[in-house]
């Protein structure tokens, strides 16, 4: 498969996956939350410097969208 079609193809895969984490990150936080627990989009890590601030859903959406990209293009070659 040539180069553009597999990066096209994978980043799609990797903003997929990315949009379904982030609803099912909404859906989990409202659901905890309207429970009374805490919240899973609190700030866990702080890299001031660098204006990071990710929270636990953050973290979900990254790695899920990293290993969908990496996994998509590794089967596509």
Known sequence: MN?????????????GAAVMVALVVA????YLTG???GSITNE???WAQAGVHLSIGD???????AT???TTWYLTH
């Open 59 to 65: 973290l979900a959406m990254l790695v899920t969208a």
């Open 68 to 70: 969908a990209c990496s």
């Open 27 to 30: 859906i989990v936080d409202l």
């Open 3 to 15: 180069m553009p079609a597999r990066m096209g193809i994978s980043a799609a895969a990797g903003i």
């Open 35 to 37: 429970h009374g627990y």
């Open 44 to 46: 866990v890590i702080t």
